[in-house]
């Protein structure tokens, strides 16, 4: 990757509609350039996906939840848990981590109900020791985007 690669990758970031045409003009470079470092940064895994950023307040998804998860340790265990989260609807990140607690879990859930499904699941799977859950009560900033 060269510094052309990372303007690529900061444009598409700041708009993933951004034509090529539109990219190949702001870097001056042709846009068949622009086609083959795209294609070669997807085929790389750089760019692993395009999505549209929603507004989860606008659609009903205000109950923000940060779940710490303390699994019960065994061969396995943080694949096994690990997937068995991330299949919950709401969740949006799951991560392993070291330390006193095994996961961090962050869900937009529609309601506090639909929330206490999910909950109550992990309070009664025998492969979860124990739980801690903050609720946020104000989103100050965030954002998907890599500082490149």
Do not use: C, W
């Amino acid at each position: 990757m060269d510094n052309i690669d990372l303007e690529i990758l900061r444009i598409l970031q700041e708009n993933a509609k951004a034509s090529y045409s539109y990219i190949a003009s702001k870097l001056k470079i042709p846009k068949p350039t622009v086609y083959y470092r795209v294609k070669k940064l997807e085929s790389m895994g750089i760019i692993r996906s395009y999505r549209a950023i929603l507004d989860p307040e606008k659609l009903g998804f205000e109950y923000i939840t940060i779940t710490l998860v303390r699994g019960r340790y065994g061969r396995g265990y943080h694949e096994k848990i690990g997937e068995a989260l991330a299949r919950y609807p709401y969740v949006q990140s799951v991560y392993f981590v070291l330390g006193d607690i095994d996961f961090v879990v962050l869900a937009k859930s529609p309601s506090r109900e639909a929330f206490m499904k999910f909950l109550e699941s992990m309070i009664n799977s025998p492969e979860i020791e124990r739980t801690s859950t903050l609720v946020v009560v104000k989103v100050i900033k965030e954002d998907l985007s890599l500082n490149i």
